[in-house]
Each structure stands twice: as structure tokens, then as C-alpha cells.
């Protein structure tokens, strides 16, 4: 199964019909620097996230972004080889605050 990287347009449509999780993958610094309001912190370079997310609720939606579009991607992968069939990439955190996401510090 292959991760679907959304476009900021296309996370604003999907995020009005279905608000889901939003989990920043970054590590706390890089989260306490700026991150995309309401989003959850869990580090994938420390392994929290693979820690973490297979007790998730497989049946919401996730979606993921970090710095690139790279650890995020990485982490979609991992939830939908575990059986999550909503998990998304949405990007890079400067291209969402970009495309207008409220951002908080």
C-alpha cells in the first residue's frame, strides 16, 4: 500500500469533511519552534511514534507532517502496514504555515 502525500488544498478539503488526528513527527524542539495549531507531538526520530501508534484507533483518520514531507512519509508508511487504512502525509510544517494553517508556539 502506498502512502498518499496531500497537497495543503487537498488536507483542507479532506480536513472539512473528516477533522481525524494531526500528529507533527518532528522532535519537541523542531514542535516548540512552530507547529500547525491542534497538532499532537510524537517524535519519530526518537521512536516515540513507533512506540506509540500501534495503540492508536485504527478506525480515525491521521494526518502526518513534519519538516519535508520525509519522517512523515516514513511514519504513514509504518500505520498503513499496520493496518491503518486512513493515514496520510500532508507535508512539510513551512508549506502548511504557508498555505495558511494557523500555526502556534
Not at 469533511?17 to 494531526?22: A, E, M, R, S, W
Amino acid at each position: 500500500m502506498q502512502v498518499i502525500r496531500l497537497t495543503p488544498e487537498q488536507f483542507k478539503e479532506m480536513q472539512a469533511q473528516d477533522p481525524g488526528v494531526l500528529i507533527d513527527v518532528r522532535t519537541p524542539s523542531e514542535y516548540q519552534a512552530g507547529h500547525i495549531a491542534g497538532a499532537s507531538n510524537v517524535d519519530f526520530l526518537a521512536g516515540q511514534f513507533a512506540a506509540e501508534f500501534p495503540q492508536y484507533d485504527k478506525s480515525k483518520t491521521y494526518y502526518l507532517y513534519c519538516a519535508s514531507g520525509n519522517r512523515s512519509g516514513k511514519a504513514a508508511q509504518l500505520m498503513l502496514e499496520a493496518g491503518f487504512p486512513k493515514a496520510y502525509n500532508v507535508g512539510g510544517f513551512a508549506e502548511l504555515a504557508g498555505a495558511g494553517f494557523p500555526v502556534e508556539y
